[in-house]
Each structure stands twice: as C-alpha cells, then as structure tokens.
C-alpha cells in the first residue's frame, strides 16, 4: 500500500544525458535497463510513478543550427523526448510493467495525447505513466515539463534522477573541496544560481509547494529510500 511512504506519488524525472550512460549520443542499453528496473522495483513496492524523460542525448533547441529559427529546433527537441519516451516503455513492458506514454503533441499511432484526468487514472490504477514532448510548447526545457506535470499529477515529489548524488557548490568533477547540500531552499537556489534546474521550473515547484530530491539514478534503490523519506542526494524545499 502506499501509505507507507512520505512521498506515494512520485514525478520522476530522467534526463536525455543520464540514459546516455558513457556514450556521446543516444541510449546506453546498459543505463536504460537499470534505470527501467530501478522503476520496476519502485512499482512492485507499490509506489505511483510517473515519469518525465529529456531528449538531451538526440538533440537540444539550443544547439540548432546557426540562423534556424528557435521554435523550429525545440519542436526536434520534444521529438528526441518521445523516443527515449518509447524506449523507456519498452524497457518497462520487458519487465512486465505496465505502462501508458502520453504525449504533449499528439501522435497518436504511437502514444497517448496528454490528458490529465486519465494520466492520475492511470497512476491509480497501477500504470507507470510516461510524459513525452516535454511541456509541447517551445522555449520550456523538461525539467518544466517535469515541475509541471508534478502540479497537475499532485505528487508529492520532484525527484530529478541525475548522473551526480546531489547539488553541490562548485563542479566536484574538477573540484576536490566541492561541497554537496543536504538541503536547499528554493529561494537559495535561484539566489546563489545553483544549477539545479531552471528558474521556471524551479518557481513552479515552489509555488505548488512540491520538494524537489536531487539524487543519482544509477546507484540501487534510491527511488524507493527517496520516497521513505532518506536523503538520499539534495533536497531543495521550502
Ligand atoms: N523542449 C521544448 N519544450 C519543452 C521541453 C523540451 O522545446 O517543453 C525541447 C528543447 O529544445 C530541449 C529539448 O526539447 O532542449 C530536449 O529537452 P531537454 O534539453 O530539457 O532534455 P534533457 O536536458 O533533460 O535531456
């Protein structure tokens, strides 16, 4: 039963990169079983899942071509979200998870449209929802699309699966005193321009009063101490 989780709804949020894995480009195999079984583990413990995935590892609006218009490249962008969408389905369905995609533009022959009402359906019933196209509007990133659909789900969290274990005050990659949060506020975030997701996306969580979990996705279990309430990573709240 869900009851016995601080956070049973869960808006998980998986960037384009982390299914990337150690690859320049597309999907690491490897990355996306473990990151599909780390959610049907999650399932199986009886947690609501749904999901928001980038499209960072195809293609990103802000990399278009030179003098390409903004929109038009944003809309390939929302397209490369739908194929890692796919994937991560495919991945579930192995696994025996059953699952929906719903997409923010429609394309029907391959997912659902995005419709709220049957998306929480979903969730109650037991489904992994996958969110594909981003927010379907240019100009906006995933992770709005993330903090958005977690508004609209009512979860309970924001968990932004990531490659790192949290946010931390300088890149610990190429700083050895880099120093990891425990806990952040929102306001801290926007305040010290800490590169946890964007200002929009940010506001949203905020203003919906959703906590927001920085965490990394490829170490076991986190998902499900995550929603036990363990920091497993950053948490950014009020
Ligand atoms: N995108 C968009 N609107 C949205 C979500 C995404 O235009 O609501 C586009 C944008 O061009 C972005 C790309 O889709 O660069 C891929 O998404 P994102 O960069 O957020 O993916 P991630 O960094 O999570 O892999």
Redesign the pocket.
Known sequence: PAHKYKYPRVLL???????QGQQGFGVDPAVLNLVAEEIAESHRAGLQLAVV????????????PKGMD??Q??????L??VM?ALLLQGALESMGVATRVQT?IEMREVAEPYIRRRAIRHLEERRVVIFG?????????????AALRAAEMQADVFMKATKVDGVYDCDPKKFGHAKKYERLSYRQVSYDNLQVMDETAITLCKENSIPVLVFNVMERGNVLRAAQGFNVGTVVDA
């Open positions: 949020k998986i960037s384009g990169e982390a299914l995935v980038g499209g960072g590892n195809y293609f990103r609006g802000a990399s278009a903004r929109a490249a944003d809309y390939v962008g929302m490369a979200t890692n923010a196209a981003g927010t379907g509007n240019p100009f906006f990133t995933t992770d709005t699309a």
